[in-house]
């Protein structure tokens, strides 16, 4: 049974902070609908209203367009062990870039990563808890890919930059994401 809740418990923070991967969903007012998967220990519970993770660079950046867009955007974790839960944040998103007065400040919360671009931070209007009984249970080794971070080491921050101006700078949908403006 779905329960809503005002703000993020204690006991759903843990639950977030225990899950290697979540789910981030954006959408345009027109266009294409955007869910991508993230991992690398990226995410953090900032407040029980604020929450958001440390991007890093990627072949699009839908997320930032829509953002800049409507502000709209969901989170969600699912437990693939034992004890099934399915957990969604709806909010109000911004975009941190690295340019920003407020950089600094939040980027403290994350671990550095290579290939940072930005922090996505999300005002909480709800949460949604669900029982998870159709998701399945994964056993076994759970590790990160070195691959991300390896591609962002080769390249450097000049590299990094340029990659941005080549794919970064507008969604699939030609919606600005304004990555790069001071």
Request: proline letters at 5%; aromatic letters at 10%.
């Amino acid at each position: 049974m779905a329960k809503f809740y005002e703000t993020l418990t204690p006991a759903l923070q843990q639950f977030i902070a225990a899950q290697p991967i979540f789910f981030v969903a954006t959408a345009p007012q027109q266009g294409r609908i955007n869910l991508s998967p993230k991992g690398m220990d990226s995410f953090r519970c900032l407040d029980e209203r604020t929450a958001g993770y440390l991007d890093v660079t990627g072949s699009g950046n839908e997320t930032a367009a829509h953002l800049e867009q409507n502000g709209r955007i969901t989170f969600m974790f699912c437990s693939f062990s034992e004890k099934p839960l399915i957990l969604k944040l709806y909010g109000r998103g911004r975009v941190i870039r690295q340019q920003d007065d407020a950089w600094r400040e939040y980027h403290a919360c994350f671990p550095s990563q290579p290939g940072e671009r930005q922090i996505i931070l999300m005002e909480i209007g709800s949460v949604q808890t669900s029982c998870g009984y159709g998701v399945p249970v994964v056993e076994g080794v759970l590790r990160e890919r070195e691959t991300l971070k390896e591609w962002a080491g080769k390249k450097g921050e000049e590299g990094i930059r340029d990659y941005w101006v080549r794919n970064n700078l507008t969604s699939i949908d030609g919606l600005p994401t304004h990555l790069l403006n001071d």
